[in-house]
């Protein structure tokens, strides 16, 4: 059985610091919402106090519904480092743990608190594994040492990842459209023209947080992409792409489940449906209109602030039994 928390005592420039290393509670909330504004401050996003109630409500839900394991460092009362895996589900009966709100006060870097507060994140997952999905996901959001430490933390890369972020402009055409819902966290959004179905994507959120900028935009993990019908061209499968985009601002997907389940797409862009480069391709050079008229694309996630990684966790399993090193 893992501790439910330990000390971490670091020495720095002849100053001696005594952590405690723990989970995060409801009754930590208003230290997790300082540390939410200090970290939407450095980012350059803001924190009104419209978005931080939204988020405080957020986090006190899914800790109650047990859908989110957090971890922090605490100084006396204070938290100076925190981590969260939000157990997100794509329509399957097991969760997938989903790395977030990864944030360390800059006073207190260079100390290895992220790093004690990730293993500690860690064991909560592997302490609830036989319910959870045999595999996380987390989206570095960070420099190169952060992909480091992850890497030591046993992360290992994604291939196939792609990412959408933008706010699109209503293409001003009529697309019909109407969704089935599945359970809590997955949907189906069908689109229609002349009252046939032309096109299914399916979709679940990948982080329940709000955004400071746009409160109702959630972060989604587009998990399939299914043309209904042959004679689909490339100009109306873009339309119905961008009306998605509309309402889902920050999309994820990766292209070579999204090839495993339907093969489809390819006939669209006159591909095999087995070439996952030439798709990626093609779905780069597909241009949507953001709100201020600029042009905004899917793209491969292939850089360390887009990098999507999973954990190895049999060889956590092993080795997560002592962290207190």
Same mark, same amino acid.
């Given at each position: 059985?893992?501790?439910?928390?330990?000390?971490?005592?670091?020495?720095?420039?002849?100053?001696?610091?005594?952590?405690?290393?723990?989970?995060?509670?409801?009754?930590?909330?208003? =230290?997790?919402?300082?540390?939410?504004?200090?970290?939407?401050?450095?980012?350059?996003?803001?924190?009104?106090?419209?978005?931080?109630?939204?988020?405080?409500?957020?986090?006190?839900? $899914?800790?109650?519904?047990?859908?989110?394991?957090?971890?922090?460092?605490?100084?006396?009362?204070?938290?100076?480092?925190?981590?969260?895996?939000?157990?997100?589900?794509?329509?399957?009966?097991?969760?997938?743990?989903?790395? %977030?709100?990864?944030?360390?006060?800059?006073?207190?870097?260079?100390?290895?608190?992220?790093? =004690?507060?990730?293993?500690? $994140?860690?064991?909560?997952?592997?302490?609830?594994?036989?319910? $959870?999905?045999?595999?996380?996901?987390?989206?570095?959001?960070?420099?190169?040492?952060?992909?480091?430490?992850?890497?030591?933390?046993?992360?290992?890369?994604?291939?196939?990842?792609?990412?959408?972020?933008?706010?699109?402009?209503?293409?001003?055409?009529?697309?019909?459209?109407?969704?089935?819902?599945?359970?809590?966290? %997955?949907?189906?959004?069908?689109? $229609?023209?002349?009252?046939?179905?032309?096109?299914?994507?399916?979709?679940?959120?990948?982080?329940?947080?709000?955004?400071?900028?746009?409160?109702?935009?959630?972060?989604?993990?587009?998990? +399939?992409?299914?043309?209904?019908?042959?004679?689909?061209?490339?100009?109306?499968?873009?339309?119905?792409? =961008?009306?998605?985009?509309?309402?889902?601002?920050?999309?994820?997907?990766?292209?070579?489940?999204?090839?495993?389940?339907?093969?489809?797409?390819?006939?669209?862009?006159?591909?095999? +449906?087995?070439?996952?480069?030439?798709?990626?391709?093609?779905?780069?050079?597909?241009?949507?209109?953001?709100?201020?008229?600029?042009?905004?694309?899917?793209?491969?996630?292939?850089?360390?602030?887009?990098?999507?990684?999973?954990?190895?966790?049999?060889?956590?399993?092993?080795?997560?039994?002592?962290?207190?090193?």
């Amino acid at each position: 059985m893992f501790k439910d928390s330990y000390n971490y005592v670091k020495v720095k420039n002849g100053k001696v610091n005594q952590f405690t290393i723990r989970p995060v509670r409801e009754e930590d909330i208003n =230290q997790v919402a300082i540390a939410r504004i200090a970290q939407e401050n450095e980012n350059g996003n803001g924190a009104t106090k419209e978005y931080i109630e939204e988020y405080k409500k957020g986090v006190l839900n $899914l800790l109650n519904t047990n859908r989110l394991i957090g971890a922090g460092a605490f100084l006396g009362d204070n938290i100076v480092s925190i981590a969260f895996f939000n157990l997100i589900s794509f329509g399957n009966d097991r969760r997938i743990p989903y790395l %977030c709100g990864v944030w360390t006060n800059p006073t207190y870097r260079q100390n290895g608190l992220a790093m =004690q507060v990730n293993k500690k $994140l860690m064991q909560g997952v592997l302490e609830r594994r036989e319910e $959870l999905a045999d595999k996380g996901l987390l989206t570095i959001e960070g420099s190169e040492a952060a992909l480091r430490m992850y890497e030591k933390l046993g992360y290992k890369s994604v291939n196939g990842e792609m990412t959408f972020l933008g706010d699109v402009k209503d293409s001003g055409e009529n697309v019909e459209s109407y969704t089935l819902h599945i359970d809590e966290n %997955c949907d189906e959004l069908f689109f $229609l023209k002349n009252g046939q179905k032309r096109m299914k994507v399916s979709y679940s959120n990948e982080q329940f947080f709000p955004h400071p900028s746009n409160i109702d935009g959630k972060m989604t993990r587009i998990t +399939s992409i299914h043309p209904l019908q042959n004679d689909m061209s490339v100009n109306e499968f873009t339309k119905y792409m =961008q009306e998605f985009f509309r309402s889902h601002r920050f999309c994820k997907l990766n292209m070579q489940e999204l090839l495993a389940k339907e093969d489809g797409i390819g006939r669209i862009f006159g591909l095999p +449906s087995n070439d996952s480069l030439g798709m990626v391709s093609a779905f780069n050079q597909m241009n949507f209109e953001g709100i201020n008229g600029n042009i905004l694309h899917i793209k491969p996630s292939n850089n360390v602030m887009e990098k999507d990684m999973v954990p190895d966790l049999d060889l956590l399993q092993s080795e997560y039994l002592d962290i207190e090193k």
